[in-house]
Antibody, heavy 120, light 101 residues
């Protein structure tokens, strides 16, 4: 069974950099999937942030593209998100997830999520 | 852009409910549906418009083509009261909360 687990600071101040890591177990990160970040402000809907392949190929949402860095660490079977210059609008639950892209396009395994709060 | 309706739906156990997701332009069949309960991560129910994810009860079904897609829950069960989202590539619908009437 594939499991994903997010980790990182839960409280940031405005203008700081958000850094989260997603540890993957039960599957190699070098398989034919994209590994993704999705966020959800409390009480609101889901927003895809970006996706990374084990080769390092990335895609990210236009709204955060200038602030986002995605990276993958195949040695430790994990991938990471950095989001610079955060504001209160970046306060959200952050989920990592696996994207099935071959013959489909959906997120089949998700982490439990971690709440990141940005204070002013 | 994916427009989901209704935003809230009140129903009773045993009801048949339908949630609609409309795309701003014709899309492929790569549409998925998720269920999310409070404090939990979303869970995929259906992908590629109508394929049921392994382990998901058969009372869930999906259909559609072009710009209009639907998720139907027949014989609504107590465990089904939750929020549902459609997804196509990097875009999610706004969500539909299914509440107890």
């Amino acid at each position: 069974q594939v499991q994903l687990q997010e980790s990182g600071p839960g409280l940031l101040k405005a203008s700081e950099t958000l850094s989260l890591t997603c540890a993957v177990s039960g599957d190699s990160i070098k398989t034919n999937y994209y590994w993704c970040w999705i966020r959800q402000p409390p009480g609101k809907g889901l927003e895809w942030i970006g996706s990374i392949y084990h080769s390092g190929k990335t895609y990210s949402h236009a709204s955060v593209k200038s602030r986002v860095t995605l990276s993958v660490d195949t040695s430790n079977n994990q991938f990471s998100l950095k989001l610079t210059s955060v504001t209160a609008a970046d306060t959200a639950f952050y989920y990592c997830a696996r994207l099935v892209e071959v013959g489909a396009n959906h997120f089949d395994f998700w982490g439990r999520g971690t709440l990141v709060t940005v204070s002013s | 852009q994916m427009t989901q309706s209704p935003s809230t739906l009140s129903a009773s156990v045993g009801d048949r409910v339908t949630i609609t997701c409309r795309a701003s332009q014709s899309i492929s069949t790569w549409l998925a549906w998720y269920q999310q309960k409070p404090g939990k991560a979303p869970k995929v129910l259906i992908y590629k418009t109508s394929t049921l994810e392994s382990g998901v009860p058969s009372r869930f079904s999906g259909s559609g083509s072009g710009t209009e897609f639907t998720l139907t829950i027949s014989n609504l069960q107590p465990d089904d009261f939750a929020t549902y989202y459609c997804q196509q590539f990097g875009t999610f619908g706004q969500g539909t909360k299914v509440e107890i009437k």
